[in-house]
């Protein structure tokens, strides 16, 4: 990776894999990291070892090969393990064994992009290209609610896809984000739509050369304090045939429903795939990718690109660790460990 | 009047209908068209006798910028290759479609799907031209496109309205395989609908009235009658079936106003523009249009490729249905031909931007309507779609496939000059366990 300013990001451990990474989950200080994969297994690996080999959780409940598995969750103190994929499952899992539980086969009618737990570990939310938020008890799993908000067609009457979702720090509030930019804020407590947002500069429709979209919001976060929220994706696509444009982040004041500001990075292309704030709202941390990867740190006060810099691939999913400098991050073809440093 | 706008002779090109009628004229009267040499049909007169009676034509529904054989026909889901989608079982026993597909799954016993194509050309504009063509186009002559030869062969000489028709309204690939009749002459040429789905400058204008434009009609005929008096040539009829077909082309405003369709088949074939265009089609074929080309572009997916496919394939899986069970319901399923195919099917390998690139190695092809031998599924890919290991079928075959279905010989030859020009490549064979 490369410097800018102070700022340096440096490769720890890097395992090479013949999938694709989705999703990531991490058990709070230790180094046992789960990972959803493109060939629809769950694994474990210990990042302490001087060659981690992920094993493969089993059971007979299972997703389906193939089945990409976008989400992962840890609830009910850490002893279970909740993942989703494109298969529309959701399965509950035995984090000491390994095994398989609980599942809820048809938990979304279309592929589920994200899985998250709420801060306090009671609920699961997952969001899906149904275009609805369900949310879940976390320990039995069980349908608590399901919000229905986002439009399930694009504006040009094509599929439209719900991305991502994000809890507010206290738990009160959960953001979804959807295809065509379309970001609702809402109450966890009443189920109820509090705010929109709009960041469609995220979603590229292309009426005349190639007829066809690409784009959307990909990820959120909420600050430490709760009171901004930030969306990442990618902005407007000259050539959908690729992901031929410059990551990009807004930033709102979702109180409000107001863009706070907008950062396109001017280095990084792709998309923005998950965002993280250091806990001391120190950064904001941004990865992603096209056909390559990056990472870019950005000052929430300034609300300007400190870091931009290359990835060893195109990052799905990272976590930051119990020393936010250091970050896992997943992605095609790989597993790595990052540090961060000048922060 | 708009000169950018025109009906379109080739895809470079605008011809207007005044270019289109000089055109005509030339080739009735034997002038050199295309290449050097004069064409010279072996049988016209029974060939016209032989189209007249089989009476078929060709819907090409054509995937530009190449459409993934395993986001539709030919699913590998679990293995590495095979992406997140999963199959579904069609109405055919132990053939399965991507999940994407299931309006044309459950209609698999009525058409034909050909998993094992091998056309090792992965360049848009060369494959297109290939696909085409059923071959390349070689220094020293240019093939005409299959709805060159479709036209010629199917198309009635007394049709009023054209007969080879192409929409393709998005712009990416437009160019690719360059439509053209080549040494058939600009009679073939494709009608093309590029900037909306009604032609240009088609309607009377409007400082002439109706009576006025009949009037001057009826005077071009009696002076060409006095004219041709006593002098009873080629030429001369061809230049009165050429005004013919002109005031045919205006006549047939009708048949590109969509708007002439009842709303609820407009509302069957849904709100976007490939399924607008697929009825168009349907009404042009029943009007007596040979071949018509609808064009949906731009499948061309090298980043984000299961949402590509999943955005645009259930269009294509209802736009496929709906004008599968329309040209069934109206009688038209037993003389039309429905094909779908583009320049070349996608890798197997996923790349870091979930993407799919250019592969023309193990790829489908999709048929349904006359000739055919329905419920079929033709060749093999193996587990993981790199390799085809039964049946491979080239260009070549695949249109020798499609001529022998709407009953055209493959083997026929064109003559340009001396030279015999067969429809397809010397010992190219059409694929006979697929013919009806």
Known sequence: MSTTANFQIAEEKKISRKDILFSLARVPESDRVFCGSSDGTVYQADLAAEKPEPTAFEGEIRHRPGGYVTGLALAAGNRRLVSGAYDRQLIWWDTETGKSIHRVENAHAKWIRKVVASPDGQLIASVADDMVCRLWNAGSGEPVAELRGHRIETPQYYPSMLFTCAFSPDGSRLATADKTGHIIIWDVASRKEISTLDASCMYTWDPKQRRHSIGGVRSLAFSPDGRTLVAGGIGQIGNIDHLGANARIRFFDWEKAVTIAEVEASESKGLVERLAFHPGGNWLLGCGGDNGGFAILIDPTTRKIVFEGKAPFHIHDFLLTDSPERFIAAGHNGLVVQKISGV | ?436
């Open chain 2, 1 to 436: 009047m708009n000169q950018s706008q025109h009906f379109c002779g080739t895809s470079a090109h605008d011809i207007s209908r005044r270019v289109f009628l000089s055109q005509s004229l030339a080739v009735g009267s034997g002038a050199l068209l295309g290449t050097s040499g004069a064409v010279h049909a072996l049988d016209e007169d029974s060939l016209n006798a032989a189209l007249q009676k089989t009476g078929r034509n060709v819907i090409l529904l054509w995937l530009a910028g190449g459409a993934s054989q395993l986001e539709t026909w030919d699913p590998k889901p679990g293995r590495p290759t095979g992406g997140p989608f999963a199959s579904i079982p069609t109405s055919v026993p132990g053939v399965h479609f991507s999940e994407l597909m299931p309006k044309m799954a459950k209609r698999m016993h009525r058409m034909t799907v050909i998993r094992s194509l091998n056309t090792g050309d992965g360049g848009h504009g060369t494959g297109a031209e290939m696909m085409l063509r059923g071959r390349k186009n070689e220094a020293a002559i240019q093939y005409p496109d299959l709805g060159a030869i479709v036209a010629k062969e199917l198309g009635r000489a007394d049709s009023k309205v054209p007969g080879y028709v192409s929409f393709y309204s998005q712009t990416e690939g437009r160019g690719s395989g360059k439509l053209s009749p080549a040494f058939l002459g600009a009679r073939y040429a494709p009608m093309n609908l590029d900037d909306g789905s009604m032609p240009p400058n088609l309607s009377r204008l409007e400082a002439i009235s109706d009576l006025s434009h009949q009037d001057r009609a009826r005077l071009r005929d009696l002076l060409s009658a006095r004219f041709a008096s006593g002098r009873e040539t080629e030429t001369m009829r061809s230049h009165s079936a050429a005004y013919a077909r002109v005031h045919g082309l205006m006549s047939s405003e009708p048949l590109f106003d969509i708007e002439k369709e009842p709303k609820w088949i407009r509302d069957r074939y849904g709100p976007s523009l490939f399924g607008q265009q697929a009825l168009m089609a349907r009404r042009m074929i029943e009007a007596g249009v040979s071949f018509v080309r609808v064009s949906r572009a731009w499948w061309d997916s090298h980043g984000q490729n299961f949402e590509t496919h999943a955005e645009m394939v259930p269009e294509l899986d209802h736009v496929m249905a709906t004008l599968m069970d329309d040209l069934d319901q109206r009688g038209l399923l037993d003389s039309t031909l429905v094909v779908a195919f583009g320049e070349f099917g996608r890798t197997p390998g996923v790349n870091a931007s979930l993407g799919r690139d250019h592969f023309a190695n193990a790829w489908s092809a999709a048929m349904f309507g006359c000739g055919l031998q329905a419920g079929a599924v033709y060749g093999k890919t193996d587990d993981d779609g790199n390799t085809v290991t039964e049946d491979e079928v080239g260009a070549g075959e695949l249109f020798a496939t499609i001529l022998a279905a709407i009953g055209i010989n493959p083997n026929k030859e064109y003559h340009v000059g001396a030279r015999p020009i067969p429809l397809v490549n010397p010992g190219i064979k059409p694929i006979r366990s697929l013919l009806a």
